[in-house]
């Protein structure tokens, strides 16, 4: 089955530290999605993108994240410095332009 | 991030009911929503979508209402079953392709 695959599953990780997050979608989707998961905010937009091009990434703060696509195979998202409130599960999804969007599994990131 | 999140509502049904699960969504300009559930540790799987020139869709134990009046979408399960226990989420899609989740609602299914 075609299926949206996501490294690692956890991370944990000391607060400063660099965090990358790597995102494979499936096979011929042309867009890109990353959300952010918590108890209290839900599951927020964070960037996304069009045939590897970002459209929208002004739900990330832009000190500290940077979302890419280095090639149509491969999207990530990364943290630098990480910091305890960016402890999160983080999705990321593909689709056919405007259609249903597929999910990975999650990544469950700890900072400490 | 956009979002509509926070206090999670609760709905409780008994196994064999009928459950309706209500969401408003916040633009009128959107034309295209789905409805995922999600499941304790795993990601959104889609369950039915809609488009804004339909009021009503039918997939398999499932119905999406849309009333775009009011801007508010239901979804139905018929016959709940306990893995139907899950968080469900409406979505909405404005700006050609940019997919905007709506507050979940926690579905409970007891014997």
């Known amino acids: 089955d075609a299926r949206v695959t996501q490294t690692p599953r956890d991370k944990v990780t000391e607060m400063g530290q660099e965090v990358t997050m790597r995102c494979q979608p499936i096979l011929g989707h042309n867009t890109v999605f990353w959300y952010r998961q918590t108890m209290m905010q839900g599951l927020e937009l964070l960037a996304y993108f069009r045939n590897r091009a970002p459209l929208d990434d002004s739900g990330m703060p832009k000190d500290r994240f940077s979302a890419e696509m280095p090639d149509a195979t491969l999207a990530t998202l990364k943290i630098q410095p990480s910091e305890p409130r960016d402890s999160a599960v983080y999705f990321c999804?593909?689709?056919?332009?405007?259609?249903?969007?597929?999910f990975g599994q999650g990544t469950r990131l700890t900072v400490v | 991030g956009e979002s509509v999140g926070l206090h999670l509502p609760t709905l409780s049904v008994q196994e064999g009911d009928n459950s309706i699960i209500n969401c408003a969504y916040s633009n009128s300009a959107s034309d295209y929503f789905i409805w995922y559930k999600q499941e304790s540790g795993k990601g959104p799987q889609f369950i039915i979508d809609i488009r804004s020139n339909m009021d009503k869709r039918q997939g398999q134990r499932v119905t999406v209402l849309l009333n775009k009046t009011v801007k508010h979408l239901s979804l139905q399960i018929a016959a709940t079953q306990p893995g139907d226990s899950a968080v469900y989420f409406c979505?909405?899609?404005?700006?050609?392709?940019?997919?905007?989740f709506g507050t979940g609602t926690r579905l409970q299914v007891f014997p």
């Open positions: 999804a593909s689709g056919i332009g405007q259609g249903r969007a597929f």
């Open positions: 979505a909405e899609i404005y700006n050609t392709d940019k997919l905007i």
